[in-house]
């Protein structure tokens, strides 16, 4: 052994051990936790963080009722006044950035810069609600009535339910959240079973924000822990007018015709499978980086994660070896080491998706560059080297989301060839073209381009600001978030005519009259 002067370990202090000191800093109370409860695992490490108390059914139902009964006072709260409470929000939020960020690190396995991303979208939303909250307008409409007058108004809806996924543990509540807030909603919150402590931090973040608000009605934001059987509850419960999914397809086929047989609003936003086409004329420097970007960041766990590259057969050879040079290269490792671009999967359930979409692909004739458990890690966390694979076509497992760092590379040579190829698969959430042709930008973007909800030029499917409604189409679910005008779809629309005259004209020149 040699000797050193360094210290024994550079090892950073044990994942649990940081976020129970964050927790405690959050305010997240000691009754959060029980040693029977649902273990919250870290990806870092695997070892197991704390133990969550979770909601039982009886508990859950009475959630939603209290949240029923403070929409039924928040609606009366003008909207303006709402939106100072998400300005609150705000504020608590930047105040938390730091130690949110990176329980977001040690619970989801974020790189560090992700995780602080992550709450600063959830304060740019709260910035964007603050703003809505004095601009929730309808329009007036001219009428066929003389004296009558046409308009239509906007009220809160009642209780929205969010249900979260893992990968966003926090983000997507607040796009949700702080628009339902604004509108007048109440919100019931059924985050993943894989990112408890986040939400429960959250929480503790909300109730301060409450507290400073001067108190919001009991049960304005609440919080229910624990698995399907839990999200069950919120999609079945008639008292929950409108629901926000995120998940996979799959789940969205199991809640979807839940939410329509009790004729229920559903804001889902389901899988991805993203697609980015380089050009001829493609600046290949930006391009590389931004496929590497959206198709290795978050280790390949972001619903707009890129995981189709079509590449023009005349920059193939160009682009394609720097690219699998970057995926040999690329920092894989603890999430909260610098220089790290790549942080474990979420659990050993997505390596082994990855290994099985890698073995498909190689049956159906592809070329793996990377893939495989990346070993050099002390500890039971999961960690993959990216994979990069050329196909011959667009078969087997590239029509489908998988849920891990692999991309999917093929040639094309016809522009009109490749957007259909683009928009032949079930996903339709998020796109993007590299080229410097303003014929094949304004194309792709066109009503006869992407079918996607999201299509770039020049930048990656994935990373989306707030300003922009987020969401997609086909599989996808249709569903719309965060910015525009997405805030329609968490309040109702009435449409009020009034007849300030004293005689009563009939609508398409109808005659009805009547002695009287
Ligand atoms: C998700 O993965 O569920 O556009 C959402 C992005 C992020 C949102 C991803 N702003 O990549």
């Known amino acids: ?5 360094k210290p024994v370990s550079s090892a950073p202090a044990s994942v649990a051990d940081e976020a129970r000191a964050i927790l405690a800093r959050l305010g997240v109370p000691e009754s959060a936790f029980a040693s029977t409860g649902r273990p919250a695992l870290s990806p870092i490490t695997g070892e197991v963080i704390a133990h969550v108390r979770e909601t039982t059914p009886d508990e859950a139902k009475a959630a939603i009722g209290r949240a029923d009964a403070a929409f039924k006072a928040w609606r009366k709260v003008p909207a303006p006044k709402r939106g100072e409470f998400i300005r609150l929000l705000g504020e608590e939020l930047r105040a938390a950035k730091d130690d949110l960020g990176r329980l977001v690190t040690l619970e989801a396995g974020k790189i560090v810069s992700e995780g602080l991303g992550e709450v600063q979208e959830m304060i740019d939303i709260c910035d964007f609600a603050v703003g809505l ?16 007058r046409m308009m239509e108004t906007w009220h809160p809806l009642g209780v929205c339910g969010v249900i979260s996924a893992f990968n966003f543990p926090v983000a997507v509540w607040s796009w949700n959240a702080a628009l339902a807030l604004v509108c007048g909603d109440s919100v019931v919150w059924k985050p993943s079973e894989k990112t408890l402590l986040t939400a429960l931090a959250t929480h503790a973040i909300v109730e301060r924000a409450a507290k400073r608000f001067g108190g919001v009605p009991e049960g304005l934001c609440e919080v229910l822990l624990g698995g399907r059987e839990i999200g069950e509850i919120l999609v079945e419960d008639h008292r929950v007018p409108v629901l926000s999914a995120t998940g996979s397809t799959a789940m969205g086929r199991q809640v979807g015709p839940k939410l329509a047989e009790r004729f229920a609003r559903a804001i889902l936003e389901l899988g991805g499978n993203n697609a980015a086409i380089v050009a001829p004329s493609a600046d290949l420097d930006l ?3 931004g496929i590497a970007f959206a198709a290795m960041g978050t280790a390949g766990q972001r619903c707009t994660t890129l995981r189709r590259l079509f590449v023009h057969e005349s920059v193939y050879d160009q682009l394609v070896p720097r690219l699998v040079k970057v995926y040999g ?11 790290t671009l790549v942080g474990p999967l979420i659990d050993k359930a997505a390596f082994d998706n990855m290994e099985r979409a ?8 592809g070329k793996v560059h990377g893939g495989g458990r990346y070993t050099d890690v002390a500890n039971e ?4 080297r990216p994979a990069l694979v050329e196909m011959p076509s667009q078969t087997g497992p590239v029509t489908r989301e998988t849920f891990a760092p692999i991309l ?3 040639r094309y040579s016809d522009f009109d060839e490749v957007i259909a190829l683009h928009n032949a698969v079930g996903a339709g959430l998020s796109s993007s073209i590299f080229t410097l042709n303003l014929r094949e930008a304004e194309a792709f973007v066109s009503a006869a381009g992407s079918d996607c909800g999201i299509a770039n030029v020049n930048i990656g499917p994935s990373g989306a600001e707030i300003g922009g409604a987020f969401g997609g189409e086909k599989e996808t679910g249709g569903g719309r978030e965060s910015g525009s005008d997405a805030w329609k779809a968490y309040m109702r629309r009435a449409t009020n005519t009034i007849n300030y005259g004293s005689t009563l ?8 009259d009547v002695d009287a």
């Not at 052994?1 to 002067?5: E, I, N, V």
């Not at 966390?381 to 993959?384: F, I, N």
């Open 287 to 289: 391009a590389l980086r």
């Open 381 to 384: 966390g999961v960690y993959a």
């Open 358 to 365: 890698l073995d498909e692909a190689r049956a159906a004739g």
């Open 133 to 148: 909250s004095r601009q929730l307008y309808g329009l007036t409409i001219a009428t066929e009535r003389a004296d009558h």
């Open 1 to 5: 052994m040699t000797a050193s002067l």
């Open 408 to 410: 999917y590379v093929m």
């Open 505 to 512: 004209p009939l609508a398409q020149g109808v005659k009805f």
């Open 329 to 339: 290269s690329v920092k894989i490792g603890d999430p909260r080491a610098e220089g």
